[in-house]
């Protein structure tokens, strides 16, 4: 059940991709946490997708997120990604993966930023904040990303999804 | 009155802060804009604090914002702000003519960053999003800034608000 909520980060440890959203973790000594924390929340609405992500965030280099979308998209969830288009070839930058996958991917092409930090989900749920998807933004930095479903807000960032997908069309 | 709502930048034009919340433009030739925009709500948010404003903002060195926070200082509404300790010295950084004019600024002390982009006003309501205060991102780059009165929500940011409040106090 999707709520309303904010998470706020840093998260104390990295949250157990396979225990929250994988087949379980099978680890003996797993280095990663099993208990609750913003990332696995994270996780958990990413995994939840059903139709749809539209995913727009200026950096996107956390391999464990990028997990998620590419686990979406082999499940036939459109997954569509908009970055900046000086971050593609940063270190762990996950762009070049996403793209072999088959994940369509839009920059802008602009020394301006696409400075957005959004997700909508399906359609009809979004995640904003200032989070950005890099493990300095889990563990090190300050960060929140909010948690919405009013409509009126959902509908907007979809609208400026859609109106950026197809500013940022390379044809 | 206040509604919820997003922001969404970049503004083609700069919004002539004067003539939204000022004593009205006197310019001949105005080279701002008198059209309402994201930056004109997001002036009109600013200078309708009655109580406090709680910023809490990676970078601000957008000097008409900084105007903002001083006019309200100065009109006794408590104004605090919070942001990266390697950002207060950048260039057109307002953090120093904020404390100049008597406004508490507390910064982390990290090497990580305090990357939060949000304001709580009045305890009631929040702008929260990807935006900093800087011209980039007013003009330039492709940012959002929702605006939200939903006590659930508010009142997590007025807890983190506190909470790095105390973590940051210098003493
Ligand atoms: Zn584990
Ligand atoms: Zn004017």
Redesign the interface.
């Known amino acids: 059940q999707f709520v309303?909520?904010?998470l706020?980060f840093?998260d104390a440890q990295i949250a157990c991709k396979e225990f929250f959203v994988g087949d379980g973790c099978r680890r003996l000594n797993c280095r990663f946490t099993h208990e609750h924390n913003s990332l696995s929340r994270l996780y958990t609405f990413l995994a939840d997708a059903k139709q749809s992500l539209d995913v727009c965030v200026?950096v996107i280099c956390c391999a464990d997120l990028g997990d998620l979308l590419v686990t979406a998209h082999k499940n036939n969830v459109r997954v569509r990604v908009i970055c900046d288009d000086e971050q593609i070839d940063i270190t762990g930058s996950q762009i070049w993966r996403l793209r072999k996958e088959g994940i369509p991917v839009r920059t802008?092409n602009?020394s301006?930023?696409?400075?957005?930090?959004?997700v909508v989900i399906d359609g009809t749920h979004l995640l904003?904040?200032?989070?950005n998807w890099t493990r300095?933004?889990i563990s090190?930095?300050?960060?929140?990303l909010?948690a919405?479903r009013?409509m009126?807000?959902v509908s907007?960032?979809s609208s400026?999804f859609e109106k950026?997908w197809k500013e940022f069309d390379p044809k």
Do not use: C, W
Not at 113 to 118: A, E, Q
Not at 128 to 131: E, P, Q
């Open positions: 309303e909520e904010v706020f840093p200026f802008d602009s301006y930023l696409m400075h957005h930090k959004f904003t904040g200032s989070f300095q933004a090190g930095n300050q960060e929140n909010v919405l009013n009126r807000i907007q960032f400026e950026l």
